[in-house]
């Protein structure tokens, strides 16, 4: 009988743009205020892309410092799986240009796209190329330049996005290798395109010729957001029988603190287990789980033994929750 695989988590890496763009920074370009925007979003800072700064260039440094982190090389690599809304062009993919900047001839890279919710799919889909033996390295990233698609007249929606990339090695073992528990325990991923003019870009190749501006109903997320994150969450603990109790970090979307906090709340989850970033990258889309992850790998919160629940929500919309055991 074959060994059960895995797949562990080896490394993180992360790379935010130089520029940062604090609150008060959009007092006079549009109608908000500092205190407006901490009030209802949580954020207070975000990075923007500057020029020569694109998702591919972003997403190459976060995944040298995941290699670096890792121990390995682009050598080692046989799959890179990158979660974008913003590629750096319609084709090829990001994915293929970055496995180009490593130095990569061999393997295979492709993009996904689930917006927010993007690095989840990522995830889940290199977790299954390894766990079936096509590839034993993956390099999963997401990463995004949101500010060239926002509307900077629009008050409602240009404070919450930032730029930025986050990535991680995820290596297929099999548990007799490893010793214990480790790597992915579980996923859960949902999709719903009746929802998809609550939060939308209002262009594309094949409708406008134009890339178009993001757009968003932000009501109508906010109410269907914490129903949609705590039923797959639970649909993961009860494939495994862990409880909210037993999970030792919350890495959620960082995409408002409100629904970051109404969310935890309604799973029992205490305040101190959930990993914040919000306020320093505004919502990151695909990159933010990935970005918030680094942090926390960084300064010692998660470490090995870890076990660490992931969440998204993004446009579509899409959703989903991942278990892993660092």
């Known amino acids: 009988m074959n060994a059960r695989i895995v797949s562990v988590v080896r490394g993180t890496g992360s790379a935010l743009p130089a520029k940062i763009m604090r609150n008060r ?12 925007i901490r009030q209802r979003t949580g954020i207070e800072q975000r990075h923007i892309a500057g020029e020569g700064e694109t998702t591919v260039s972003l997403a190459e440094a ?21 979660a974008t809304a913003t590629p750096d062009n319609t084709f090829p993919a990001s994915a293929v240009q970055v496995q180009h900047r490593l130095g990569m001839s061999h393997g295979f890279a492709f993009d996904v796209q689930a917006v927010c919710s993007g690095f989840l799919y990522a995830l889940t889909t290199a977790d299954m190329y390894l766990r079936t033996g096509q590839a034993r390295r993956a390099l999963v990233i997401g990463a995004e330049t949101f500010s060239r698609i926002l509307d900077w007249e629009d008050r409602s929606t240009c404070v919450l996005f930032g730029d ?23 996923s859960k991923l949902r999709s719903d395109g009746a929802h998809q003019g609550k939060l939308y870009v209002d262009g594309g190749p094949s ?10 109903q932000g009501r109508e997320v906010f109410k269907h957001a914490v ?6 969450i639970e649909a993961c603990f009860g494939a495994t029988g862990i409880t909210a109790e037993d999970i ?7 995409a408002n603190r409100r629904i970051i906090d109404a969310s935890a709340k309604k799973l029992g989850i205490a305040p101190e287990k959930v990993v914040i970033t919000v306020d320093r ?5 695909a990159a933010s789980i990935p970005l918030a992850l680094d942090t926390a790998a960084r300064d010692g919160r998660i470490k090995p033994g870890s076990l660490v629940l992931l969440e998204a929500m993004g446009g579509g919309f899409t959703w989903g929750a ?3 055991r660092w």
């Not at 976060?62 to 990158?82: K, T, Y």
């Not at 129903?227 to 797959?232: A, C, L, Q, R, S």
């Not at 990258?281 to 889309?285: A, D, K, V």
């Open 25 to 36: 920074d959009f007092e006079g370009v549009v109608e908000t205020s500092d205190e407006w």
């Open 62 to 82: 976060a995944a040298r410092r995941a290699l670096e982190a890792s121990g390995v090389s682009p050598a080692d690599i046989d799959l890179i799986v990158l």
């Open 164 to 186: 930025g990339a986050g990535a991680l090695v995820l290596e297929g073992v099999t548990q007799d290798e490893e010793g214990g528990e480790k790597g992915i325990i579980a």
């Open 207 to 216: 409708t406008t010729g134009t890339v178009g501006h993001l757009r968003m």
């Open 227 to 232: 129903g949609m994150i705590t039923d797959v």
């Open 248 to 254: 030792d970090w919350f890495v959620p979307h960082q």
């Open 281 to 285: 990258h505004g919502n990151t889309s």
């Open 322 to 324: 991942v278990l892993v």
